[in-house]
């Protein structure tokens, strides 16, 4: 059983930077490949990044591609998310995932996080 806990969100001007993070507050993330996905008001929970249990393979998806960088520290058992140049369109609740695949499917991804927000001003 692991529990994960997001912390970091916030608000931000358009073209700043913002970084959260997932931590386990029970449990180990090392043997898990850890997924990052958001939620806007009104629309469906999508993909964002995902990174492998060790580091190894990242994945992002288009439109955050270049901006954002997932990186892990298994000893501090703990997922970052760091966001650049950000847009409106990044506003959104940000969750954190475990899943014992990498891949981009939140329905595979089997402990979540309760999310944090983070929004975008213009």
């Known amino acids: 059983q692991v529990q994960l806990v997001e912390s970091g969100g916030g608000l931000v001007q358009a073209g700043g930077s913002l970084s959260v993070s997932c931590a386990a507050s029970?449990?180990?993330?090392?043997?898990?490949?850890m997924g990052w996905f958001r939620q806007a008001p009104g629309k469906e929970r999508e993909f964002v990044t995902a990174?492998?249990?060790?580091?190894?393979?990242?994945y992002y998806a288009d439109s955050v591609k270049g901006r954002f960088t997932i990186s892990r520290d298994n000893a501090k058992n703990t997922v970052y998310l760091q966001m650049n140049s950000l847009t409106s369109e990044d506003t959104a609740v940000y969750y954190c995932?475990?899943?014992?695949?990498?891949?981009?499917?939140?329905?595979?991804?089997?402990?979540w996080g309760r999310g944090t927000q983070v929004t975008v001003s213009s």
């Open positions: 029970r449990g180990s993330l090392s043997s898990y490949a």
């Open positions: 990174i492998a249990w060790n580091g190894g393979t990242t």
């Open positions: 995932a475990a899943s014992r695949v990498l891949v981009r499917n939140w329905a595979s991804y089997t402990y």
